[in-house]
């Protein structure tokens, strides 16, 4: 794919600039995460120091139709905030834009955006657009006109945090530093079967923690109790143990869990085997012979990629095991002997409780296409810039 590098000449050019503004806002209208924001500002100050007139587009909630609520009109001020650049702002994303910098209004205002047809695509383009930046990793699996129409239409390139980000995820899982561990925790297996299926294909030991553990060790013949688990997901569960060991990925399971009276803060517990979990009993957490047991396999690692929490991290004590193992992580990155690899879901929040979220090697903001990347599925947005490239 082409960056930023190989964008040169654009004194005075219209570059269109796909971001994802679509950041947290509370009831008073503020923004409570501007990391978004943050990471882009690298490739919008870049595009202007090159002379380029730079018109953003970006999507904020999922509208029907032109809800002001909706809107991203408050957005100026925060980029002017975060950025220190003046961003004027054009109350319609098919209108002309205004000015050297510009932030067009909400482009799922219109429901063609997710069709992704050639004629809606001709109108967001409008004429005026001679270079598409892509820097919105988060929303590469969307097959939207913003997306991947305008990659088709204009000569297409992606920003510095898109190319951050796809650097990161090739060093772990396109051609990682060996052994590669992958963590996975969280509630369910059921909404990670492909990435699960995946992993076991690509890392050479598969820990797993949080509610999905269960399911795992009960097909393996252990009783849960109380404890969240997915009895009709037995099948699927062997299956995965299979498909692990025909790959020669060992998966690795907790041997000790917290086991509570119930799912609420300060719950009375015990630590417990997974093997002997009593009558009337929810495992909550991994216990500490686990939390010991996979620092371990992280002494013996170079590269993790983690998604999902060990327990339930958002009730003490029961973030425990979360906490230390991002905690220990985190050490060995900045010693410089693990590059750890972490995102979608609540990972992010997990790891902002941990306190470690600034000292992984690389955290992605990515919900849904760091999930659909984990699984390995081809993302539309970066096959329409790959086809760019070969047009080329
Ligand atoms: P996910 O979105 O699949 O990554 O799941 C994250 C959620 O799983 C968090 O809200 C955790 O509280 C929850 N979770 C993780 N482990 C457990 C567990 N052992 N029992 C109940 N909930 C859990």
């Given at each position: 794919?082409?960056?930023?590098?190989?964008?040169?000449?654009?004194?005075?050019?219209?570059?269109?600039?796909?971001?994802?503004?679509?950041?947290?806002?509370?009831?008073?209208?503020?923004?409570?995460?501007?990391?978004?924001?943050?990471?882009?500002?690298?490739?919008?100050?870049?595009?202007?120091?090159?002379?380029?007139?730079?018109?953003?587009?970006?999507?904020?909630?999922?509208?029907?139709?032109?809800?002001?609520?909706?809107?991203?009109?408050?957005?100026?001020?925060?980029?002017?905030?975060?950025?220190?650049?003046?961003?004027?702002?054009?109350?319609?994303?098919?209108?002309?834009?205004?000015?050297?910098?510009?932030?067009?209004?909400?482009?799922?205002?219109?429901?063609?955006?997710?069709?992704?047809?050639?004629?809606?695509?001709?109108?967001?383009?409008?004429?005026?657009?001679?270079?598409?930046?892509?820097?919105?990793?988060s929303v590469a699996h969307r097959?939207?006109?913003?997306?991947?129409?305008?990659?088709?239409?204009?000569?297409?390139?992606?920003?510095?945090?898109?190319?951050?980000?796809?650097?990161?995820?090739?060093?772990?899982?396109?051609?990682?530093?060996?052994?590669?561990?992958?963590?996975?925790?969280?509630?369910?297996?059921?909404?990670?079967?492909?990435?699960?299926?995946?992993?076991?294909?690509?890392?050479?030991?598969?820990?797993?923690?949080?509610?999905?553990?269960?399911?795992?060790?009960?097909?393996?013949?252990?009783?849960?109790?109380?404890?969240?688990?997915?009895?009709?997901?037995?099948?699927?569960?062997?299956?995965?143990?299979?498909?692990?060991?025909?790959?020669?990925?060992?998966?690795?399971?907790?041997?000790?869990?917290?086991?509570?009276?119930?799912?609420?803060?300060?719950?009375?517990?015990?630590?417990?085997?997974?093997?002997?979990?009593?009558?009337?009993?929810?495992?909550?957490?991994?216990?500490?012979?686990?939390?010991?047991?996979?620092?371990?396999?992280?002494?013996?690692?170079?590269?993790?990629?983690?998604?999902?929490?060990?327990?339930?991290?958002?009730?003490?004590?029961?973030?425990?095991?979360?906490?230390?193992?991002?905690?220990?992580?985190?050490?060995?990155?900045?010693?410089?002997?693990?590059?750890?690899?972490?995102?979608g879901g609540?990972?992010?929040?997990?790891?902002?409780?941990?306190?470690?979220?600034?000292?992984?090697?690389?955290?992605?903001?990515a919900g849904g296409a760091f999930l659909e990347?984990?699984?390995?599925?081809?993302?539309?947005?970066?096959?329409?810039?790959?086809?760019?490239?070969?047009?080329?």
């Amino acid at each position: 794919m082409k960056t930023l590098d190989d964008l040169n000449d654009i004194e005075g050019k219209l570059v269109l600039l796909r971001l994802d503004l679509n950041v947290p806002v509370n009831d008073e209208g503020q923004v409570t995460d501007t990391t978004r924001i943050d990471r882009v500002k690298d490739t919008v100050l870049e595009l202007k120091d090159k002379g380029a007139r730079i018109a953003i587009f970006s999507y904020l909630g999922r509208p029907k139709g032109k809800d002001p609520k909706y809107s991203l009109s408050f957005m100026p001020s925060v980029l002017k905030d975060r950025w220190g650049i003046d961003v004027e702002f054009v109350d319609d994303c098919l209108k002309k834009p205004v000015g050297d910098i510009c932030l067009m209004e909400n482009v799922r205002f219109y429901e063609e955006e997710g069709a992704c047809t050639p004629e809606h695509t001709a109108k967001l383009a409008g004429g005026h657009g001679d270079i598409f930046v892509n820097d919105a990793f988060s929303v590469a699996h969307r097959n939207h006109c913003s997306i991947v129409g305008l990659a088709h239409a204009l000569p297409a390139y992606i920003g510095r945090s898109m190319q951050a980000e796809l650097e990161a995820l090739e060093s772990a899982l396109g051609d990682p530093d060996r052994p590669v561990a992958a963590i996975v925790g969280g509630a369910k297996i059921s909404t990670k079967l492909d990435v699960l299926n995946n992993l076991v294909e690509k890392v050479d030991i598969l820990i797993l923690g949080g509610g999905m553990a269960n399911t795992f060790l009960y097909a393996m013949g252990a009783e849960l109790r109380n404890s969240l688990c997915e009895k009709d997901m037995k099948d699927k569960a062997l299956a995965i143990f299979e498909k692990a060991e025909e790959a020669g990925c060992a998966i690795m399971l907790p041997s000790d869990g917290k086991a509570a009276t119930g799912f609420s803060a300060g719950a009375d517990y015990d630590t417990v085997s997974m093997t002997a979990v009593p009558n009337d009993r929810m495992v909550l957490d991994i216990g500490d012979q686990s939390i010991q047991s996979i620092c371990a396999i992280l002494d013996q690692c170079k590269t993790v990629i983690w998604n999902g929490p060990m327990g339930a991290f958002e009730i003490e004590p029961f973030d425990e095991g979360t906490v230390k193992i991002a905690q220990y992580a985190a050490d060995k990155v900045k010693l410089g002997d693990l590059k750890v690899i972490a995102g979608g879901g609540d990972t992010v929040s997990a790891l902002a409780h941990a306190g470690v979220v600034n000292d992984m090697t690389y955290v992605s903001t990515a919900g849904g296409a760091f999930l659909e990347w984990m699984e390995g599925k081809d993302l539309p947005a970066l096959q329409a810039l790959e086809m760019m490239d070969e047009d080329n």
